[in-house]
């Protein structure tokens, strides 16, 4: 409501995307996308020649560039031109969309992802997407990855799964470092467990509170949520070892 969004007041949620989830979004898709496979050449999952030859004809026209020896500054140096190249056409496509579909995205009425309205773009997406599950996801590295992260944020979400039985005053007073007149020992996982927490993360929480306490129980749990969600990988592996109890990992 504070944003302005519409809001359907069946379901008590927004109604309508926030404008700027538009962007990330699109952001996201092209990212990530080249991210995974430029990876997966590196470690050698995937050749660069297998790659280029499964781009669309149009992606492969437009956007790979064949370079000579002398050119080549890298192992991947034509699969880097050919990111930079792409990448610099998917944001300015984006920011184009974003533009041509304003009205509609203020309005609420835009239903699909900015790219998905540009067929050439949405090709190119799909393609890398497409590549990726085939050839990189089934990799027995991947999975490996994959089993690994499900445990590490399976493991983080269940040791913190105790402060959402607190009682909202308890909660609070926990995560403002004050005294609830409970005896120490009461809460002596829980007061552990809040000092994991970010004062980012906390603040924002409190400001939520603080403007609809009615829905702490959902910002409480969004607050958790976006702590897990933040971390990086090398710091949810060190969280992890530390919830768990196993000896520090350097």
Excluded at 61 to 76: M, N, V
Excluded at 112 to 135: I, M, T, V, W, Y
Aim: one cysteine or more.
């Amino acid at each position: 409501k504070r944003l302005g969004l519409k809001w359907d007041a069946n379901a008590g949620l927004p109604g309508q995307r926030h404008p700027l989830v538009f962007l990330m979004e699109a952001a996201d898709d092209i990212a990530y996308c080249l991210s995974d496979i430029e990876d997966a050449l590196e470690k050698r999952i995937v050749s660069e020649e297998a790659f280029k030859k499964a781009l669309d004809r149009t992606t492969r026209r437009k956007h790979w560039k064949k370079l000579d020896s002398k050119k080549r500054h890298c192992k991947y140096a034509e699969f880097v031109v050919f990111r930079t190249n792409l990448t610099r056409h998917l944001v300015n496509r984006a920011a184009e969309i974003f533009c041509e579909q304003h009205d509609a995205i203020l309005d609420g009425e835009l239903q699909h992802p900015l790219l998905d309205l540009d067929k050439e773009s949405s090709a190119a997406l799909d393609g890398l997407k497409q590549f990726a599950r085939k050839n990189i996801f089934v990799s027995a590295e991947a999975v490996g990855v994959e089993l690994s992260g499900f445990q590490i944020v399976t493991g983080l979400l269940d040791a913190l799964s105790p402060l959402l039985s607190l009682a909202s005053m308890d909660f609070r007073a926990l995560l403002e470092r004050k005294r609830s007149g409970k005896k120490p020992s009461e809460f002596a996982l829980e007061s552990r467990l809040v000092e994991l927490l970010s004062r980012k993360h906390a603040l924002a929480f409190l400001d939520c509170v603080d403007a609809e306490p009615d829905l702490e129980p959902i910002f409480r749990l969004q607050l958790l949520l976006d702590y897990v969600s933040g971390m990086t990988d090398s710091h949810a592996v060190k969280t992890y070892h530390v919830v768990r109890g196993f000896p520090s990992v350097r």
